[in-house]
């Protein structure tokens, strides 16, 4: 750049067109160290352009103006996350010594030496020394000292710490997370290639003007060429508005399975909801017990449980701890129905656990219970023998988080949950949900959804989490609020384990929305001013480009700096 400049000042003091010709060399060289499209345009309009010296040189200054922008961000994109290289050095203590290994030779128990700026990256047990540490996880500088638990990512700020390797580097979550964001980052989405599409067509189109104007004029015309350069810089400035939106949803731990699940959500008018986990806390208790015989009661109960896994199966064998293996080998025809119930035949008795919708498949009336909670039956030859009920709260700030989603289009809100129709009720009601359907397993949920699907219009999301419900529906986007290992499986979305992280995720792709239209509108805008300068005689690229330096300042600012 202060060799292009030189140069520049000293075009104006040389009159030989040759000398003026060969000033451009260490432009042109300056450009094809990193050749794109916009480099080669650029070499053409400089020496077409040949005969205006001034324009070429304020040409060049701009582009590299804008060109240092957009690798200022890449910049900062890359020093949010690292990109993990197996070949990458960390100092290992061994016998009093300290040698050097790569990070994907360091075994469980190893102790290394975390000098200062250094980052951390393996879960890791201080040993040694105290510090203060930048922790990734929360976002904040923390105090470290002898015993304290450190998580990979963290930054060591201060003085050198000695730690044991409690995980391998890629067991931990700062290495799932920095090689999910290397990957979404670098993947274009459908999206993407679709507006890059449109541009070369576009810059087809002003060429082939180009070439047309200077075969029936033999006049050189620079304007088709501008044109290109500010949709070509356009389409980069676009990029960078994809990449800053990825990153801070990166940062607010909202993860995609591809980019494209992203631009389909401004598309979504009716949204899913499943209610444990997600509009309940999940955090279950056993609020009553009643039973004829509570000894034989908890060893059907238990019986039952045995082979089940999940959090309602976890609540109840914490409740009652009973050994029940000596029992298990009398047990003939056990059969669990996710949702719904279990059957099992014990010593010739007909055993059934489950709700009441379970029960009334098995052609068994049951008296009616008003309390209020999910509520699991035990029948002995189709006789009950007790209940439980197991009651969760309801999320805080749900219902307000609820009609804050309105305001992003979702018009439409169901609630699905396999309990009884009294619980969801009361819960649909106290949240705010007009339609709900109670007593569903996954075939019932699949049921209403292709129903309401088919009878509303516009695409539709299902929210579940995977810690109480390990179903999915096949729904156009999935989302988990189970993000705790970002692995994917059957969702789309991995999002935090609360309502607003919903309302964050549509306020997303809405502001995305708004700045990519607000810089289409800018191009246009700056477009006519340009034409406008043209129409009224002032066609020099100078004027031209110093009036267009304001759209990348203004861009710049809403897409990286803000």
Not at 154 to 174: G, H, M, R
């Amino acid at each position: 750049m202060s060799l292009s400049i030189i140069i520049f000042i000293m075009s104006f003091f040389i009159n030989n067109k040759i000398i003026k010709f060969i000033s451009l060399i260490p432009i042109i060289i300056n450009l094809i160290i990193n050749v794109e499209k916009l480099n080669l345009i650029a070499i053409v309009i400089a020496l077409l352009n040949i005969n205006n010296y001034i324009d070429s040189y304020v040409f060049i200054l701009i582009y590299n103006l804008v060109i240092g922008l957009f690798n200022k961000f890449n910049k900062y994109s890359k020093d949010i996350n690292i990109d993990f290289d197996k070949d990458m050095v960390v100092n290992v203590k061994k016998n009093k010594k300290t040698i050097t290994k790569k990070i994907s030779d360091i075994k469980i128990n190893d102790t290394l030496i975390i000098n200062k700026d250094e980052y951390i990256y393996f879960d890791c047990k201080v040993v040694n020394g105290t510090s203060k540490i930048y922790d990734l996880n929360k976002n904040k500088t923390v105090k470290i000292n002898k015993n304290t638990n450190i998580q990979a990512g963290a930054k060591n700020l201060d003085k050198e710490i000695t730690v044991k390797v409690t995980s391998s580097y890629k067991d931990t979550l700062f290495y799932k997370r920095n090689n999910y964001l290397n990957n979404l980052i670098n993947r274009e989405s459908e999206f993407q290639n679709n507006f890059k599409l449109i541009i070369n067509i576009i810059s087809v189109i002003l060429l082939a003007n180009y070439l047309i104007l200077y075969l029936f004029t033999k006049n050189i015309y620079v304007l088709p060429l501008y044109f290109i350069l500010l949709i070509n810089l356009f389409s980069k400035v676009i990029n960078i508005l994809i990449k800053n939106t990825f990153i801070k949803l990166f940062k607010d731990n909202i993860y995609f399975k591809n980019k494209d699940i992203f631009f389909n959500l401004r598309k979504v008018k009716n949204i899913f909801f499943d209610k444990s986990g997600v509009i309940t806390t999940g955090e279950y208790r056993i609020t009553k017990v009643k039973a004829s015989n509570e000894d034989e009661f908890y060893k059907y109960l238990l019986i039952g449980e045995n082979s089940v896994n999940n959090k309602i199966s976890e609540v109840i064998k914490e409740h009652k701890k009973i050994d029940v293996n000596g029992y298990l080998d009398k047990v003939k025809n056990y059969k669990y129905i996710n949702g719904r119930g279990i059957s099992y035949k014990y010593d010739k008795c007909n055993i059934l656990i489950g709700n009441e919708y379970f029960l009334k498949e098995h052609n068994i009336e049951i008296e009616r219970i008003d309390d209020v909670g999910t509520i699991i039956y035990i029948v002995k030859d189709k006789e009950m023998i007790g209940y439980l009920v197991i009651s969760d709260g309801i999320k805080k700030s749900v219902k307000k988080n609820l009609l804050k989603l309105e305001e992003f289009g979702l018009i439409r809100k169901f609630l699905f949950s396999g309990d009884n129709t009294r619980l969801v009720s009361v819960i649909a009601k106290e949240v705010g949900i007009l339609d709900y359907y109670s007593n569903a397993n996954i075939y019932e949920k699949g049921f209403w959804y292709l129903y309401n699907s088919k009878k509303y219009k516009g695409k539709n999301v299902y929210v579940r989490n995977s810690e109480f419900d390990s179903e999915h529906l096949n729904v156009d986007i999935n989302i988990d609020f189970n993000n705790k290992e970002i692995e994917f499986n059957n969702s789309d979305i991995l999002v935090d384990n609360d309502i607003y992280s919903l309302v964050k995720l549509f306020k997303y792709i809405k502001d995305f929305m708004g700045d990519f239209i607000k810089n289409i509108l800018l191009l246009i805008i700056f477009t006519l001013i340009n034409i406008l300068l043209i129409c009224f005689g002032i066609n020099y690229l100078s004027i031209i480009f110093s009036v267009n330096i304001l759209i990348f300042v203004i861009i710049y600012y809403n897409n990286y700096i803000k």
